[in-house]
């Protein structure tokens, strides 16, 4: 899994689509514009958070 830089001061919401396999990922800030989107394999969303 890639590293991916993000100003967590910026974060204002995260949504997680939860799915069987695959998770979406889905982080705005406080004017609602995306900061973050990305899709997550099951093994992977712990280490992600």
């Known amino acids: 899994m890639e590293k991916t ?3 967590l001061n910026a ?3 995260v949504g997680l689509d939860l799915a069987r396999h695959v998770f979406q990922v889905h982080a705005v800030d406080a004017a609602g514009r995306v900061v ?3 899709a997550l394999r ?3 969303v712990l280490a992600f958070f």
Do not use: C, F, L
Request: glycine share 0%; aromatic share 0%; proline share 0%.
């Open 5 to 7: 830089d993000i100003e």
């Open 11 to 13: 974060v204002a919401t």
């Open 36 to 38: 973050m989107s990305r």
């Open 42 to 44: 099951r093994k992977d």
